[in-house]
């Protein structure tokens, strides 16, 4: 009975030493993995959830299905749905631990590289607390995110208003479209500005025009006398 890893990549990626992986063992048309909250659980041949299949890799072969259940059976204690953790205890913790139990031999070490890399001193005392959880025998779950915002991005405009046409609309705009209203309402302020500008112009050129001609007799009858 054969036994293949099946490997799938977590990320869009193309990994040369290490990566974001995750595994699981297919035995007999049946693939088995680890997951938070379920424990070891089982899933239909490279069909696990989000996780974009990779490849197969073909572990060995073991004689009987004997062997899985025995070997299912001593790990469950071990990865229950509350002891995973992403970096301490994740799928490729198990698929590594049932590939030693069937065949006697690990899988590939790239594909946990990572995690191992983070259970390294001192690495691990840099992790953010939601990270750490497994080190010391602390529960986690797969909904802990990788980071965490500490504080909610508020939208930077959001109301009701009016639309150009008189109806009612509720906006929520990026700072490109306040911008943009913004510049539209600049251009209308100067272009009034600067028309507003010339109409007084005009009018004192006209005022001036005025004062010449009402001038112009009281020099011509100067000059008559």
């Known amino acids: 009975i054969d036994v293949f890893l099946n490997v799938y990549d977590l990320i869009q990626q193309t990994p040369i030493c290490c990566g974001f992986f995750h595994t699981g063992v297919e035995i007999m048309g049946v693939e088995h993995m680890f ?16 996780g974009r299949f990779r490849q197969s890799i073909l572990l060995g072969s073991i004689p009987s299905s004997r062997e899985l259940r025995s070997a299912l059976d001593s790990l469950r204690g071990e990865f229950h749905g509350e002891a995973y953790s992403l970096i301490f205890k994740n ?53 802990d995110p990788l980071l965490r915002n500490s504080h ?3 939208p930077v405009f959001q109301g009701q208003g009016q639309t150009l046409n008189g109806s009612s609309a509720s906006s929520r705009g990026s700072f ?5 209203r913004w510049g539209a309402r600049r251009s209308t302020s100067e272009q009034a500005a600067l028309t507003a500008g010339e109409s007084g112009n005009a009018r004192e050129l006209r005022a001036a ?16 006398a």
């Not at 001192?122 to 797969?142: E, F, N, Q, V």
């Not at 490109?176 to 943009?180: K, Y």
């Not at 025009?209 to 008559?224: I, K, L, M, W």
Request: hydrophobic residues 35%; proline residues 8%.
């Open 91 to 143: 799928c490729n913790d198990f698929s590594s631990a049932l590939s030693h139990a069937l065949l006697g031999k690990d899988i590939p070490g790239y594909i946990n590289r990572l995690a191992r890399l983070g259970r390294s001193w001192p690495i691990r005392l840099c992790l953010p607390p939601h990270m750490k959880a497994g080190y010391d025998g602390s529960a986690t779950t797969t909904r």
């Open 176 to 180: 490109f479209d306040i911008a943009g």
């Open 152 to 154: 909610p991005v508020a």
């Open 209 to 224: 025009a005025a004062a010449r001609r009402s001038t112009a007799p009281d020099v011509e009858a100067g000059q008559q």
């Open 35 to 50: 997951a938070g909250g379920a424990g070891i659980c089982h899933c239909e041949p490279k069909g696990a959830a989000d």
